[in-house]
């Protein structure tokens, strides 16, 4: 079946620098994706997300960027800060919210 | 608002007995849905809910049941367990099924069977 995956489990960053979590997905059909945060001991949050439609979108502090070309998502984390440390969810998304697909994560921490 | 809450947080069960994780929303959500998580692993879909009275299998629904009698509920069975069965289980709810409305999770309840 369609799945979405990572391309790296971990990733270690200095605090103050920008972090940048790959994430590549199969689907095509999928028109929505997602990025949730989720911290030791709690359930996923969420962060932000895009549509099929559009190829950047911003938040506070984060960016994710959509390439449909080569199906890769990433969320860029500027400034990331201690309270950043946790594991990166993508998630995808085609027709309806019950049909949402997770990658299995990557862990992000922040190094002081 | 509290948001998705789940009970118990925590649970270790013997092979063969069964138990009832909770859940309740109390954002008026009609989709509600249950996640298992397995360790380094992201989430599978277990079971989900369109409204109250109607549930529907996701991608791992072998060995659970739900039941969806009101619209903040939204339980998950569990009759015979198995150490397979051993995982976090997130319970999560959203206002529609539209495909940008964001699912909010609960804290999970983290279930050991020995």
């Known amino acids: 079946g369609e799945s979405v995956g990572l391309h790296l489990p971990t990733l270690s960053v200095q605090e103050g620098d920008n972090s940048i979590i790959n994430c590549a997905y199969s689907?095509?059909?999928?028109?929505?994706f997602i990025w949730y945060k989720q911290e030791s001991g709690k359930g996923p949050q969420f962060i932000i997300d895009?549509?099929?439609?559009?190829d950047k979108r911003q938040g506070q502090r984060v960016t994710v960027l959509l390439n449909k070309t080569v199906k890769h998502l990433s969320l860029q984390i500027a400034a990331t800060q201690p309270g950043d440390s946790a594991v990166y969810f993508c998630?995808?998304?085609?027709?309806?919210?019950?049909?949402?697909?997770f990658g299995s994560g990557t862990q992000l921490t922040v190094l002081p | 608002n509290a948001g998705v809450t789940q009970t118990p947080k925590f649970r270790i069960l013997k092979i063969g007995q069964s138990m009832t994780l909770q859940c309740t929303q109390d954002?008026?959500?009609?989709?509600m849905y249950w996640y298992r998580q397995d360790p380094g692993m992201g989430l599978k879909l277990i079971y989900y809910?369109?409204?109250?009275?109607?549930?529907d299998k996701g991608e791992v629904p072998n060995g659970y049941n739900v039941s969806r009698s009101t619209t903040e509920d939204f339980p998950l069975r569990l009759e015979l367990a198995a150490p397979s069965q051993t995982s976090v289980y997130f319970c999560?709810?959203?206002?529609?099924?539209?495909?940008?409305?964001?699912?909010?999770f609960g804290p999970g309840t983290r279930l050991t069977v020995l």
């Open positions: 998630a995808e998304r085609f027709g309806s919210a019950r049909q949402l697909t």
């Open positions: 809910s369109v409204g109250a009275g109607i549930t």
């Open positions: 999560a709810s959203s206002y529609s099924e539209a495909s940008t409305d964001t699912q909010y």
């Open positions: 689907n095509s059909a999928s028109d929505y």
């Open positions: 895009i549509r099929s439609n559009m």
């Open positions: 954002m008026n959500h009609n989709y």
